[in-house]
């Protein structure tokens, strides 16, 4: 099974032998899915950021 790491260091989609694990995300089934990495981090920021939490 092919895993994909989005890395935040080199702006890059990495496989499984990468830069270290602090600097990446993932892991990923699809490289597709990886390179959307930073996109769904900001959709769920979003939707943390909406929930009430009173």
Do not use: I, S
């Amino acid at each position: 099974m092919d895993e994909f790491w989005y890395c935040l260091k080199h702006k890059q989609v990495e496989p499984k032998e990468g830069c270290a694990w602090a600097d990446r995300l993932g892991p990923y089934p699809t490289e597709a899915e990886a390179w959307r990495a930073l996109e769904k981090v900001a959709e769920r920021n979003a939707k943390w950021d909406a929930e009430d939490w009173d």
